[in-house]
C-alpha cells in the first residue's frame, strides 16, 4: 500500500496526515505550540517535526512513498553551509523589514508583493545588517529548513513560499531587477509545489523506519495547503478562512496583484489563486466571547434577518484589505446590552467585509465568484455561514476537508501538483 504523508506547520501547532491513494485518512498525528517564545525556535521546530513523524504508526511510516511539509508563509531564517540555523528565525507578521521598504521601492517595481514589512524580501534586506549575517550561507523559508533535516539538500524551495522573495512566479526565474539588490547569499533554487527532491536521508529512515526509497518533496504555505485540501478547483470557486484573522482565496484565470490592498496571486497550475487578508475575524470575536458563548448565543440569531449594527471589528487600529487605512480605528459601537444582538452585529460585519473583499477581487480583474468554500474554526458556526451566504449570495458550504496538513498529503501524493501544469 503506498502512503503520503503531509505535514502541516502553522502558527498554532504542526499536524501530520497520513492518506492513501484514494485520499482517505489512515492516520493523523499533532503537536501544539504553547504560547512561549521557545515555539519560534528552529530547535523547536525540529523537535515538533520529528515527534509528529514518531506519532504516525510503524506499520504506516514503512508503507510511505512522498512527504511534503507546508510552513507559515514568510516565516524565514539564515542558516550556514552546514544548515544550521546562526540567528533567531523572523516570524510570518514581523514587521522589522519597515524600515527598509523604502530602499526596496527605489528598486522593486510598484506595488510589488515584496513591497510589504513581512515579506521575506524585506526580512532578507533587514537581516543583512546582522552581525550573524557573515556566518550565513542561505536564506530559507520555514518549509524548505524542515524539509530540508528530512532530505539533506540545502536551498531548495517551491513558488508559493518564494513569492514574497520576489520570485516571478508567471516566468519561473529570479527577476533582474533583484541583481541591483546585490545580495551576498545564495537564494533557494525554486521548483514547482510536490515537485520530488530527493529521498530521504538513509539516518533518518532508518531511525523512523521509513521505506529508503521514500521522497522528500518541495512544499507550500499553509494557507495554500488548506487551499488544496478544500476541494475547490474551478475558477470562481474560493475558500474564506474563518481563524483569527479573515483570509480570501478566489481561483481565478487571471492574475490579480496590488500591494496597495496586500493583494497577489499564487501560481496554482494554469490558473491563478488571488486573495487577500483582513485583520478582522475570530480573533476579534474571543475577545468578547468564550467559544461556549459563540456556540450558544449563535444558535438564538436567525441568520435571514440583518442587523442594523455597522462595525469594523478589529483589534488595534488598522487594516490593508479590502479597505487599506493602516490607521483605520475598530468600530465596535453601539454595544447593545443584549449579548445575542452584539455577536449579531459582529458576524453580519464581519460578513460584510467578506463580501467586499471578494467584491473588490472581481473589481481587479479576478474571475465571478461562484462557490465559497469555509476553512478555519469559524466554518463550524451554521449562523455564520447562513449571515454570509446571504451578503455573497453564492453557495456556502464547509470546505471537505480543512486540514493544510491533509492538502499537503495531497501535495506529495501529486494530486495537488497542479503547479507543475505549465
Known amino acids: 500500500m503506498d ?4 505535514i502541516d506547520f502553522g502558527t498554532s501547532g504542526a499536524r501530520g496526515m497520513v492518506i492513501d491513494k484514494e485520499a482517505s485518512i489512515q492516520a493523523e498525528a499533532r503537536y501544539p505550540f504553547q504560547d512561549s517564545p521557545v515555539a519560534v525556535t528552529p530547535s523547536f521546530w525540529q523537535e515538533a517535526l520529528f515527534v509528529l513523524v514518531e506519532q504516525i504508526p510503524e506499520q504506516l511510516r514503512r508503507e510511505i512513498k512522498a512527504i511534503a511539509i507546508n510552513g507559515t508563509s514568510s516565516t524565514v531564517l539564515l542558516v550556514d553551509a552546514a544548515g544550521n540555523p546562526v540567528d533567531e528565525p523572523l516570524l510570518y507578521n514581523d514587521a522589522r523589514g519597515s524600515s527598509v521598504l523604502e530602499h526596496l521601492r527605489s528598486i522593486a517595481p510598484p506595488n510589488h508583493t515584496v513591497l510589504s514589512a513581512t515579506s521575506s524580501l524585506a526580512k532578507l534586506m533587514w537581516m543583512r545588517q546582522l552581525s550573524s549575517f557573515s556566518e550565513a550561507r542561505y536564506f530559507l ?7 530540508f533535516l528530512l532530505h539533506g539538500q540545502l536551498g531548495i524551495s517551491d513558488y508559493h513560499n518564494a513569492l514574497k522573495l520576489g520570485y516571478d512566479v508567471e516566468e519561473l526565474k529570479y527577476p533582474e531587477w533583484q541583481e541591483l539588490l546585490q545580495i551576498p547569499i545564495q537564494l533557494p533554487k525554486v521548483l514547482p509545489p510536490g515537485t520530488p527532491i530527493a529521498q530521504l536521508r538513509p539516518e533518518i529512515a532508518d531511525k523512523f523506519g521509513f521505506r529508503s526509497d521514500c521522497l522528500v518533496c518541495a512544499g507550500t504555505t499553509d494557507s495554500i495547503a488548506a487551499f488544496i485540501a478544500s476541494g475547490a478547483k474551478l475558477p470562481g470557486e474560493a475558500v474564506t478562512s ?14 490579480v496583484e496590488d500591494a496597495r490592498y496586500g493583494i497577489y496571486s499564487h501560481r496554482l497550475g494554469d490558473l491563478w489563486l488571488t486573495g487577500g487578508a483582513s485583520n478582522t475575524g475570530g480573533a476579534v470575536l474571543k475577545q468578547f466571547f468564550t467559544n461556549a458563548e459563540l456556540e450558544s448565543l449563535s444558535r438564538k440569531i436567525d441568520a435571514s434577518i440583518a442587523s442594523e449594527l455597522d462595525y469594523y471589528p478589529l483589534l488595534k487600529a488598522g ?13 465596535l459601537s453601539p454595544r447593545p446590552e443584549n449579548p445575542v444582538e452584539f455577536l449579531h452585529g459582529l458576524l453580519e460585519s464581519i460578513a460584510r467585509i467578506e463580501a467586499r473583499g471578494y467584491e473588490l477581487l472581481q473589481q481587479m480583474g479576478a474571475d465571478k465568484l461562484t462557490h465559497v ?7 463550524a458556526n451554521h449562523t455564520w455561514t447562513g449571515i454570509r451566504a446571504r451578503h455573497l449570495q453564492v ?7 480543512t486540514e493544510a496538513a491533509y492538502g499537503t498529503a495531497l501535495l506529495a501524493m501529486g494530486d495537488g501538483r497542479r503547479g507543475e501544469q505549465q
Open 395 to 401: 453557495p456556502v458550504v464547509a470546505s471537505a476537508y
Open 373 to 379: 468554500y469555509t476553512a478555519g474554526g469559524g466554518a
Open 3 to 6: 502512503l503520503y504523508l503531509g
Open 242 to 255: 474563518l481563524g483569527s484573522t479573515l483570509v480570501l482565496k478566489l481561483l481565478s484565470r487571471t492574475r
Open 319 to 331: 487594516d490593508r484589505f479590502p479597505i487599506n487605512d493602516p490607521n483605520l480605528p475598530p468600530r
Open 141 to 147: 523559508h520555514q518549509a524548505d529548513w524542515l524539509a
